[in-house]
């Protein structure tokens, strides 16, 4: 069965500073990956998503993610963190054949100043 | 982009009375509907797919006499909670989606937070 583990429920970073939050799925097909963004009292947004094109994804807001089948891992990343980008955020995966959406726990981010 | 909206954000109830939350879909038509549920520190877990005119589809350990779906419109899903008890307080998250193709982008509305006293 398919599952995604995100590591790091809490992360922090300096404005200004990389961010990387982290996302590992299992599935014994090849999947589907998204990153959500949930900002408070709001819906999911979606960030970004892999559907088997290019292994680098761009995504809104300056986010990007490498899809790594090696390391099964589709880690998000912005090179430069603002403070409008504090929220919390969801890695997802979909499985062909299911088309349906298995979330991880989410990685709550905070920006300091 | 599109945008998906329920209603209470927020209700509070006594055991054993019924809840109703709103799914609407506003400036498109959703073929399908999700409704989620959310645990705090915990993944959205899927509870049925509701396709309008036809019988929800529940997820495996979802009570479906306990969670009634509704999916009336191409713009309105409603979820039940039936005889809820304190157990049933979450965070109810739906989801709409758009498209024609296998795959299709779900757009999430912003969650009704249930409390059951």
């Known amino acids: 069965a398919q599952s995604v583990t995100q590591l790091g429920s809490h992360v922090s970073v300096s404005e200004g500073a990389l961010v990387l939050l982290r996302c590992n799925y299992s599935?014994?097909?090849?999947?589907?990956l998204f990153w959500y963004v949930q900002y408070p009292n709001q819906g999911l947004q979606l960030l970004l998503k892999?559907?088997?094109?290019?292994?680098l994804v761009k995504g809104i807001n300056g986010f990007e993610a490498e899809f790594k089948k090696s390391e099964t891992s589709f880690h998000l990343t912005k090179p430069s963190a603002h403070m409008s980008d504090a929220a919390e955020y969801f890695c997802?995966?979909?499985?062909?054949?299911?088309?349906?959406?298995?979330f991880g726990t989410g990685t709550r981010l905070k920006v300091l100043a | 982009g599109a945008v998906v909206s329920q209603h209470p954000s927020r209700v509070i109830c006594k055991s054993g009375t019924s809840v109703k939350i709103e799914c609407r879909s506003l400036d498109f038509q959703a073929t399908t509907m999700f409704w989620y549920r959310q645990f705090p520190k915990q993944s959205l877990m899927l509870m049925a797919t509701?396709?309008?005119?036809?019988?929800?589809?529940?997820e495996q350990g979802v009570e479906k006499d306990k969670f009634l779906i509704n999916h009336a419109s191409l713009t309105l899903s409603t979820l039940t909670v039936t005889s809820a008890h304190p157990e049933d307080s979450s965070f109810y998250i739906c989801?709409?989606?758009?498209?024609?193709?296998?795959?299709?982008?779900?757009?999430f509305g912003p969650g009704t937070r249930l409390t059951v006293l």
């Open positions: 599935s014994s097909v090849p999947p589907y």
């Open positions: 509701s396709n309008e005119g036809s019988k929800a589809t529940y």
């Open positions: 892999y559907t088997s094109a290019a292994t």
């Open positions: 989801s709409a989606e758009f498209g024609t193709q296998v795959l299709n982008e779900q757009f």
């Open positions: 997802a995966v979909v499985t062909s054949g299911t088309y349906k959406y298995i």
